[in-house]
Nanobody, 121 residues
Framework: QVRLVESGGGLVQPGGSLTLSCAAS??????????MGWYRQAPGKQRELLAT???????WYRDSVKGRSTISRDNAKNAMYLQMNSLKPEDTAVYSC?????????????WGQGTQVTVSS
């Protein structure tokens, strides 16, 4: 069974920073073969894609987080990260990660359960 587990969320003051982690586990599952992404969903809003990283380490960012966020992956640790700086109250949301690729012969998307980030003074 493949699992993605996010961590690193919490209460942060405006202007602060944090690093979210997405740890993957499962039989014969390696994130090195997968494109991965970070999403967030604020209360009353649709889930939005924030950043992606391909298996070749190409990255993409949503304009609202570009320049103050960095997505990265450590295939040896089977983990992905999102560092966010200059946090704003509007960054408050549940942050989730996913992994997309071929698993057992089928294109599959795996999701984590999410971690809450609250930006408030």
């Amino acid at each position: 069974q493949v699992r993605l587990v996010e961590s690193g969320g919490g209460l942060v003051q405006p202007g602060g920073s944090l690093t979210l982690s997405c740890a993957a586990s499962g039989s014969r599952f390696s994130i090195s073969n997968y494109a991965m992404g970070w999403y967030r969903q604020a209360p009353g809003k649709q889930r939005e894609l924030l950043a992606t990283i391909t298996s070749g380490n190409s990255t993409w960012y949503r304009d609202s987080v570009k320049g103050r966020s960095t997505i990265s992956r450590d295939n040896a640790k089977n983990a992905m990260y999102l560092q966010m700086n200059s946090l704003k109250p509007e960054d408050t949301a549940v942050y989730s990660c996913n992994a997309r690729g071929i698993y057992s012969g089928s294109y599959t998307t795996f999701w984590g359960q999410g971690t809450q980030v609250t930006v408030s003074s």
